[in-house]
């Protein structure tokens, strides 16, 4: 007897709505549609292994009878499983996916058409990218980016497969040890275009990134190779013309152009060229198949050089030639992205993400080895300091900001000058020049945290406190960081202060910060170091006596 259970089928809900663009349609730009991604919810352990027990029962029953009757009801608990085991994959959650496995004995019974239905050991070599990528929403006019995901695709010939890791290692902190874009040998479990893959099983067999890129340090080259990619999968995807597109991304105007954006926040040093030409080069539109609604940029891009090497016509020199290289992307192919990075490469969904001039600023940061801007909190007075929000400096372009990098991006990006930076291990007062202005003056304090308690979850080794100062919104900014030369997690932003105000709360430090004064557009401010209300040390034990010797039973 077959006892059929039944059992609810999930599925991503896409949430879409209209969206405003930056700038006027006189640009050529049109208004367009964005999404996020809804998070999956995991289905209960219980409810899994019902649904795999009534797929291993269809099985079993298919076996004895092989009617259709028996078939029928094989491929509808089959594809039940599979809806389970697929989200199950997605979500990394390896000790519930090796519970749901069928043996060998199952797999072997399942009819050769219903083969897709279930999962298969794979053993692959192909090209792996390793993609970081920025969802939002519209707010008040502006795209807000609200969530940021690590995509891994494999490409395997004309097939690509999406990569998941083990849930407690699939964070954007955590990936394989292998570039962003790499040659690799990996063995997993599969199930249709979703491989779950642990770390171990990657492994590098070739770096696919031009070798001047290795490492990715000090930021944007002076002059900065770019090239710009138009892609369309058919001709009503052409939402902007070419020339268009080469005023956005090359034009100077630092308000709506990328180039003109990098000269006035980096105070001229970054300057965009092409290879082929010092006004910048644009290739396309170049059309490939569209891939779905899975957004497979890894698939897309191999699909859109390989369309440029074939065509002599369009004068491509190869992506090595370049620094950083800009795709742009119609919004029907992936619906889920504003923009994404990955190694030299950055992805934007036109029409909306190309409109934003900020929007292709952040991912380019991403190209040049930023991370976000971040905010922080305590849940409580004596609790632990944690990011509340990926994207939540508003001063920073890499957070959810418009405005110019703040001192400390601009100390790795090679932007500051040694003189900018001040180090502050006592008591005293000081005056900042504003963060966003060229000059040799004093733009930041970093004050070293001996004792931090309330930090250990954030911040690895010695944590310091940055301060700099806003000319734009007249506050001083007070971020937790590490410094850049050893960065692992990036400046979190823990809080705005006005003038007249006192921070003293940060991680029982015993610092106390005051923002004195403005005066000529520039801020005075106090920082008092003082001794910690308590400074943790290492426990120890201590016997007495050391040693005793007593006769065998006594």
Known sequence: MVIILATALYASVLKTKKIDVEEELATGLTPGTEAVEEEEQESPPEEAEAINLAAIGAIDAYRISADQ???ANLANQLAARRTVLAKTIRLGNLPLVEKMLLSAEHLAAVPAELASEVEKSVVLSGELWTIHQDQG??????????RSKNKRQLIVGDQSYNVFLPQHLDSNEVSPNVSPRAKVDLTGIALRDDILAKPENISQTADLLPPALLPVTNGAAKPTKVALVLVNFSKRDEFITVAAAKEKIFGLDGEKNVHGWYRRHSFGQVSFLGHNSPEGDVFGFVTVPNPGNRCQLGKITLDVLAALASDPATRWPGIEKYRAAIFVLPSSGCPFLVGAASGMVAWVSGPVGFASTSLTAHEMGHIFGLGHASSASRAKAQGQ????NEYGDPNDVMGNGRGAFHVYHQ???GYSLPNNIKVVDKTGSFTLERAEKESAEVKYLRVPILAHQTLDGLFPGTPEVGLEYRGSSGAVIVRLETHPAVDTHGPVLVRTLKEGKVLDDIADSGL???????VNNKANVEVVVSQ???IRDIPGIVASPVSQVGRKGK
């Open 69 to 71: 009757i028996s078939k």
């Open 137 to 146: 929403k519209e707010a008040n006019g502006e795209i807000q980016l609200v």
């Open 385 to 388: 300091w944690k990011v509340e």
């Open 411 to 413: 100390q790795k990006l």
């Open 512 to 518: 106390k910060i005051t923002y004195l004064s403005r």
């Open 532 to 534: 910690p209300t308590c």
